[in-house]
Antibody
Framework: QVQLQESGPGLVKPSETLSLTCTVS????????WSWVRQPPGKGLEWIGS???????NYNPSLKSRVTMSVDMSKNQFSLRLSSVTAADTAVYYC??????????????WGQGSLVTVSS | AIQMTQSPSSLSASVGDRVTMTCRAS??????LGWYQQKPGKAPKLLIY???RLQSGVPSRFSGSGSGTDFTLTISSLQPEDFATYYC?????????FGEGTRVEIK
């Protein structure tokens, strides 16, 4: 059973950089798109971006100028950095595994989520 | 970006009811649509992918249909554990986009 676990600071100051890491257990990090999805308190889900094990990335245009994703295959981890954060970036951040092999296009495994609050 | 519109935004139903919710895409997405269930404080859970394919382990009372721009998620007989918010997600083109959700409440 694949497991994903987010880790990182729960509090980030405005204008600073949010950094999260997702550790993948019981499964290989190859052949999938590793993704981040966020959910502001009481609101819906927003796709932030995905990274393939090769390092190829796709980001949401609404966040693209501030997002950087990376993957560390040796540690079975992938990471998210979101710069110049504001209160609007306060959300639960989920990491997820995305399958993109026809006909299966979906997020089949999710982390439990990590609440990140942006506040001074 | 493809916009996903879900309706209704919320509904009230009783245990045993048949429940249907819809998701409409702003342009054709073939069958590249998934449905996710989210309970408070929990991560979303995949129910349906490819518009109509049931994810392994998901009860058969859940079913999906549709293609192109119009999609439906049906729960044939609502169970107590089904009270949750349901999201659709188009996985046809970037940026991937979710619908705003349908909240299923107890009547």
């Amino acid at each position: 059973q694949v497991q994903l676990q987010e880790s990182g600071p729960g509090l980030v100051k405005p204008s600073e950089t949010l950094s999260l890491t997702c550790t993948v257990s019981s499964g290989s990090i190859t052949s999938y798109y590793w993704s981040w999805v966020r959910q502001p308190p009481g609101k819906g889900l927003e796709w932030i971006g995905s990274i393939y094990h090769s390092g190829s990335t796709n980001y949401n245009p609404s966040l693209k100028s501030r997002v950087t994703m990376s993957v560390d295959m040796s540690k079975n981890q992938f990471s998210l950095r979101l710069s110049s954060v504001t209160a609007a970036d306060t959300a639960v951040y989920y990491c997820a595994r995305r399958v993109a092999t026809s006909p299966m296009y979906c997020f089949d495994y999710w982390g439990q989520g990590s609440l990140v609050t942006v506040s001074s | 970006a493809i916009q996903m519109t879900q309706s209704p935004s919320s509904l009230s139903a009783s245990v045993g009811d048949r429940v249907t919710m819809t998701c409409r895409a702003s342009q054709g997405i073939g069958k590249d649509l998934g449905w996710y269930q989210q309970k408070p404080g929990k991560a979303p859970k995949l129910l349906i992918y490819g518009a109509s394919r049931l994810q392994s382990g998901v009860p058969s009372r859940f079913s999906g249909s549709g293609s192109g721009t119009d999609f439906t998620l049906t729960i044939s007989s609502l169970q107590p554990e089904d009270f949750a918010t349901y999201y659709c997600l188009q996985d046809y083109s970037y940026p991937l986009t979710f619908g705003e959700g349908t909240r299923v409440e107890i009547k």
